[in-house]
């Protein structure tokens, strides 16, 4: 407003304009490094606070899967099997009925085969 040229007046704004333009940008770079360092930090501190616990789940989970195991291996009904697949919620469970399924069928195949050398009578 203090000169009287209207070509000073604009470089005076273009230049006004061009260093709130950077300053923008240097607060929006400091806010996202800001933003991602708080992040990353409370990530790895949210890490450490559950570890503990995880731990723990993943033990008594270890501990059931291998109670269902020993369930497994007294129950001798295919069909019995089949519920308990139908019921069972996790993975692992599934995953271990499925062996004892095959298992059973295994059995069950060689039990009904002839064998292939009879005994000799004696």
């Not at 790895?44 to 723990?56: C, H, V, Y």
């Amino acid at each position: 407003e203090a000169t009287v040229d209207l070509a000073e007046r604009r470089r005076i704004r273009s230049a006004i304009r061009e260093l709130q333009r950077q300053e923008l940008e240097r607060d929006e770079e400091a806010l996202a490094s800001k933003r991602f360092r708080t992040e990353r930090g409370s990530h790895r501190q949210n890490d450490k606070e559950n570890w503990p616990r995880s731990r723990f789940l993943e033990e008594e989970q270890q501990m059931a899967l291998a109670t269902l195991s020993q369930q497994l291996e007294t129950i001798t009904d295919v069909e019995e099997l089949t519920k308990l697949l139908r019921a069972a919620g996790e993975y692992e469970e599934r995953k271990l009925i499925r062996a004892a399924i095959r298992k059973l069928r295994a059995e069950e195949i060689e039990g009904e085969a002839p064998s292939l050398y009879p005994r000799a009578a004696t």
